[in-house]
């Protein structure tokens, strides 16, 4: 992700993207095992607007270029 001075999300409640500030996002990780006995790794951005926990599953490399809090 190139440095911009927003990322859109996709609102699942209200079906329509919405762009939200790089300020207001944060990122996580989300650690899941398989039925293999592997952990699968997911790189999240999460941002909360209006009341609306938005979510979007993003590269490994996006998720580390981008400078915001880790939750």
Same mark, same amino acid.
């Not at 762009?19 to 999460?46: C, D, E, F, W």
């Given at each position: 992700?190139?440095?911009?001075?927003?990322?859109?999300?996709?609102?699942? $409640?209200? =079906? *329509? *993207?919405?762009? #939200?500030? !790089? @300020?207001? $996002?944060? /990122? @996580?990780?989300?650690?899941?095992?398989? =039925? %293999? +006995? /592997?952990?699968? !790794?997911?790189? &999240?951005?999460?941002? *909360? &607007? %209006? +009341?609306? !926990?938005? =979510? /979007?599953? #993003?590269?490994? /490399?996006?998720?580390?270029?981008?400078?915001?809090? *880790? #939750?």
């Amino acid at each position: 992700m190139d440095d911009m001075a927003d990322i859109p999300f996709y609102d699942v $409640i209200h =079906r *329509q *993207q919405i762009r #939200v500030p !790089i @300020s207001q $996002i944060q /990122k @996580s990780v989300y650690k899941q095992m398989a =039925r %293999n +006995g /592997k952990v699968r !790794i997911h790189y &999240l951005l999460t941002a *909360q &607007l %209006n +009341g609306t !926990i938005l =979510r /979007k599953l #993003v590269r490994r /490399k996006d998720w580390l270029e981008l400078d915001v809090p *880790q #939750v």
